[in-house]
């Protein structure tokens, strides 16, 4: 006998990740929507999600407070909203995905603090490919050591919030670690100077509908390596963000990454 589809809840439901993660769950028989969530004053709350992701009626209201039997939350909303829903899945004792970025470190601590009640998995990218990347930009870094000159670029959408992407981020933090540097430079301007050694640099580019690419630049004399992602659909972010949700799915209170998952 096939196990009972898992019950999830996403939070961000009408955004850009929400509707997809809603079309992906609804094409998966092991997975259910149980509750979609968005901002406590949307003008849609009380409409259906599937009607409002353009799947026609699911039964299940937008909603602006956690309710119902949910095995697992997904979050992709804003920091504010994450903090929100980390309460509640705290208070209810759901596991939860967080894939929303743009934290402050106050934010990001009170986020943290939910494992003490939850299973909760907190990653600026979901995609396997991208944590990939992260893996093989470390190895990279750590190979070239300070022979190299490390650049981060990331691509997006205009209409994102935060800057740089987390992911950005995050690959900086990865290869700062590999060469022992936190000397991270956002963009250039001005009589600047020579590059030094060690310096890390992070630019961000907004254009048009781009769903996201990540390029890590090593740069030596006469030479260059460039490790580099690029998102075609928002596809391999939800599907990953599925993945981690049903790893997530009744394990024991702790943080987890995505490296608990893919080995
Ligand atoms: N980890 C990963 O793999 C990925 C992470 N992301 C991150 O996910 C987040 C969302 O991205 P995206 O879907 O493109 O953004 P969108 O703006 O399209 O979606 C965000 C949704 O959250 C809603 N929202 C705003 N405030 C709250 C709140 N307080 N409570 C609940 N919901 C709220 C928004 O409503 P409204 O628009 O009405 O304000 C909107 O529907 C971003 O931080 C982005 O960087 C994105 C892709 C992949
Ligand atoms: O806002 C987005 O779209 C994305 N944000 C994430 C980030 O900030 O790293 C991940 C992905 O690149 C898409």
Excluded: W
């Excluded at 402050?104 to 939850?118: L, V």
């Excluded at 900086?172 to 001005?190: D, K, L, T, Y």
């Excluded at 254009?207 to 006469?222: I, Q, R």
């Amino acid at each position: 006998m096939s196990s009972p589809a898992l019950n999830v809840a996403i939070n961000g439901a009408t955004g850009r990740m929400g509707v997809r993660l809603i079309q992906l769950i609804q094409a998966d028989p092991g997975l259910r929507l149980a509750a979609a969530l968005d901002r406590p004053d949307h003008p849609k709350l009380g409409e259906d999600a599937g009607t409002l992701c353009g799947l026609g009626p699911l039964g299940v209201p937008l909603s602006g407070a956690l309710v119902g039997p949910v095995d697992v939350a997904i979050d992709f909303s804003l920091p504010v909203g994450a903090l929100a829903m980390a309460k509640a899945c705290a208070e209810q004792g759901v596991p939860m995905v967080v894939g929303t970025t743009g934290f402050d470190p106050e934010q990001r601590k009170i986020m943290e603090e939910a494992s003490a009640k939850i299973a909760l998995l907190i990653s600026p990218n979901l995609s396997r490919a991208v944590n990939l990347l992260m893996r093989l930009a470390g190895e990279a870094a750590r190979a070239l050591g300070d022979s190299a000159d490390i650049e981060i670029v990331e691509r997006h959408h205009h209409f994102k919030k935060d800057a740089p992407s987390g992911t950005a981020l995050r690959l900086a933090e990865i290869v700062g670690n590999a060469v022992g540097s936190s000397q991270f430079v956002h963009g250039r301007q001005g009589d600047v100077g020579e590059r030094p050694r060690g310096e890390i640099g992070i630019h961000a580019l907004r254009t048009g509908d781009n769903p996201g690419e990540h390029t890590v630049v090593f740069g030596l004399m006469g030479e260059c390596l460039e490790l580099s992602h690029r998102a075609l659909n928002r596809d391999g972010f939800a599907l990953g963000a599925l993945d981690a949700a049903k790893f997530l799915a009744g394990k024991p209170p702790r943080l987890y990454t995505m490296a608990d998952l893919l080995g």
